[in-house]
């Protein structure tokens, strides 16, 4: 039986209840949630209410479901749930929403295991683009098939003219075919820029491999698509995101065109998500005109945020080590900018009343940061900072400590972890893997950690994230008890992660992450109640229904 159906009439259940509606009674409710199981989002390890009511998108009333007859009246929509779990909205504290979209109509290259796999897609690609189009998207890795990077001579002759640019999964790195290449104007003579490289085989040839910075060059050549192009994608993207659990996403956007997008949507009613989005740090003197002139939004579409970077990857090799690779000796990746032109740009966003958050992983990348911060919050001249850094990947003993002592949020994605697992090891050697993906040691420390998926780079999927972050079990199987296994945590901590932490770090705690009287009525129904199974069954739960302001935006039986 479907546990969202409506099985009762308002009126019929004014009847069975007989009580609530006298001449006194109290607001009507415009719907009403009962006999489900209801984590409000506190501190409970487990279920503490069983129904709820939801007025004018907020949650009007929370208790146990003989408690909301006051609440109904003629044109009270009653749901009966039927046992089904209920969590407040699950917020995604980082994504590409741009990137994300779009791949959910490119080219999938996330599960090719082998060279042959990976030709052969992005040539049946290539063989259906329309004319002047490119084939983008991808997110391979390359770890599937052993760690040999790809090269432009496995495409090119499956491609032609159709010009390639696909993204390694971590987004730090692009493999391009040569016809993208010369779009872009990249040959043999072209320097690396600061904070990329172009890889080169033994004769000095670009194999099609650029990483970092380098594909900022490859960014310029590719056809921007057309607003109406945007819109549509947008669409999607938040259907689909719906259809995950997730009720609000943090957008970690390269550009402005997202914002726009999202403002666009607005306008016409058509915005379907809670968006908070972020812009590039490096244009925070633009951001704080842009708020100037348009505000800060509303609670469904905000801005004001600002996201930097320190490193690249650890699968590119790119994140900022104190020592080389043990894979790759020649390198110990590399900042991306100068650290006092970081300082600078963080010092600005956060005098000018923005919100700063940087993208760490590597050790040195973490520490370098957490010096920033600490030296800017002395300087400046407010105190509600709320500093992030995005991964918070790899860190040093020292640091662990500093995300309570400094107040920083550590912003991370425990999908990583079950993925990177498989591997990592060969990157850092088994004495660098203490301090990796820590977060049951931040929070033992005191730190505040909240969860998202980096979407595209993982999956949108929060059960996702939550059975990575309490199993830690890495996708190839062989970590049945768990990789670093010091570093599990509780359901309850990998719930409020994504609620009520994610809330905090968003602003937003006064209003989102708890179902609670006043609170806007963003609420997820999930198939299994996570408390009460087997952690490792929490990946097969499954969304049976996704509200947003009291209103539906994904419903299972739909």
Same mark, same amino acid.
């Given at each position: ?97 741009? =990137? ?78 040569? #016809? ?39 960014? #310029? ?9 945007? =819109? ?10 719906? #259809? ?315």
């Amino acid at each position: 039986m479907n546990p969202l159906k409506s099985i009762f009439t308002a009126g019929a259940l004014l009847l069975v209840a007989a009580c609530g509606q006298g001449p006194d009674a109290t607001e009507s409710a415009d719907r009403v949630f009962t006999h489900g199981q209801v984590w409000t989002g506190g501190d409970a390890a487990g279920v503490d209410a069983e129904a709820f009511a939801v007025k004018d998108g907020r949650i009007l009333a929370v208790g146990a479901s003989t408690d909301m007859a006051a609440y109904i009246g003629d044109g009270t929509e009653v749901v009966d749930l039927q046992g089904a779990f209920v969590v407040p909205g699950l917020i995604d504290n980082h994504v590409h929403f741009f =990137e994300g979209s779009f791949t959910l109509t490119q080219v999938q290259l996330r599960d090719a295991a082998t060279p042959e796999e990976f030709t052969r897609r992005i040539a049946e690609a290539a063989a259906k683009a329309p004319a002047g189009t490119w084939v983008l998207g991808g997110n391979w890795d390359h770890e599937l098939w052993g760690g040999e990077l790809p090269d432009r001579a496995w495409i090119d002759e499956v491609t032609g003219d159709v010009p390639v640019s696909v993204n390694r999964l971590d987004g730090h790195m692009v493999l391009a075919n040569s #016809k993208a290449l010369e779009l872009a104007g990249i040959d043999a003579t072209t320097p690396d820029p600061e904070g990329g490289v172009i890889v080169r085989d033994a004769d000095g040839r670009p194999t099609g491999v650029l990483k970092d910075a380098a594909m900022f060059m490859m960014d #310029k050549a590719v056809p921007k698509p057309s607003d109406a192009r945007m =819109e549509e994608v947008f669409k999607m993207g938040m259907a689909y995101a719906a #259809k995950m659990g997730v009720t609000q996403v943090h957008d970690m956007a390269y550009n402005y065109r997202s914002l726009e997008t999202y403002r666009r949507l607005k306008d016409r009613d058509e915005l379907a998500l809670r968006i908070y989005a972020f812009t590039p740090l490096e244009e925070w003197q633009r951001m704080q005109g842009y708020v100037a002139e348009h505000g800060r939004g509303d609670d469904m579409l905000r801005w004001g945020g600002l996201k930097g970077f320190v490193d690249g990857a650890l699968g590119s090799t790119t994140a900022w080590m104190y020592e080389p690779y043990a894979d790759a000796p020649e390198t110990s990746g590399f900042p991306l900018l100068s650290m006092n032109e970081l300082q600078n740009r963080v010092f600005g966003g956060a005098q000018a009343g923005l919100h700063v958050t940087v993208h760490g992983i590597g050790f040195q990348a973490n520490d370098k940061l957490l010096d920033i911060f600490e030296n800017v919050a002395a300087r400046v001249d407010r105190t509600d900072l709320r500093f992030r850094i995005e991964h918070a990947q790899h860190l040093s003993e020292s640091a662990i400590k500093r995300f309570s002592e400094l107040d920083v949020t550590a912003s991370m994605h425990p999908y990583h972890l079950i993925d990177d697992g498989r591997w990592a090891v060969k990157r850092l050697g088994e004495d660098r893997l203490k301090g990796t993906y820590a977060i049951g040691s931040l929070m033992r420390a005191g730190g505040r950690v909240t969860f998202g998926s980096d979407w595209p780079v993982a999956p949108l999927d929060p059960i996702m994230g939550i059975y990575a972050a309490v199993t830690r079990q890495t996708l190839d199987g062989a970590n049945p008890d768990g990789w670093i296994p010091d570093e599990k945590i509780s359901v309850l901590e990998a719930l409020r992660a994504y609620t009520v932490n994610n809330a905090y770090a968003g602003y937003q705690e006064d209003k989102l992450g708890l179902i609670k009287p006043g609170y806007l009525a963003d609420f997820v129904v999930l198939s299994d109640n996570l408390f009460a199974i087997d952690p490792v069954a929490i990946k097969d739960v499954s969304v049976l229904r996704t509200a947003i302001g009291g209103v539906d935006r994904y419903r299972a039986e739909d």
